[in-house]
């Protein structure tokens, strides 16, 4: 079992920046491909970026690409989303997601495929 702790989320400006991190507890963290999903106000959750087993690849949604980059320490266990120039359609529960996996290519990620969840933390960007 793998239990996962996000943190970094705040109120932000349109245009800043913000890192989140994740930390996992587990002892085959790097057998996992981890993962950042989001969920705005009245809104399903949705997949924001992924991050391949030794962090060698990523995939991202295209609503994120060019501002948003995942990254992982696999040492610390620990998973992170930099997010740049923010805008307020950015605003949502920031998810970390694992899914257990015996390759390490990345696509796309569905919610559904997810292993385990963090309970997020809270990015609001005002404009």
């Known amino acids: 079992q793998v239990q996962l702790v996000e943190s970094g989320g705040g109120l932000v400006q349109a245009g800043g920046s913000l890192r989140l991190s994740c930390a996992a507890s587990g002892r085959t963290f790097s057998g996992y491909t981890m993962g950042w999903f989001r969920q705005a106000p009245g809104q399903e959750r949705e997949f924001v970026v992924v991050v391949s087993r030794s962090g060698g690849s990523t995939y991202a949604a295209d609503s994120v690409k060019g501002r948003f980059t995942i990254s992982r320490d696999n040492a610390k266990n620990t998973v992170y989303l930099q997010m740049n120039s923010l805008k307020p359609e950015d605003t949502a529960v920031y998810y970390c997601?694992?899914?257990?996996?015996?390759?390490?290519?990345?696509?796309?990620?569905?919610?559904?495929?997810?292993?385990?969840w963090g309970k997020g933390t809270l990015v609001t960007v005002s404009s």
């Open positions: 997601a694992a899914r257990r996996s015996y390759s390490d290519y990345v696509g796309d990620l569905p919610a559904d495929s997810v292993d385990y």
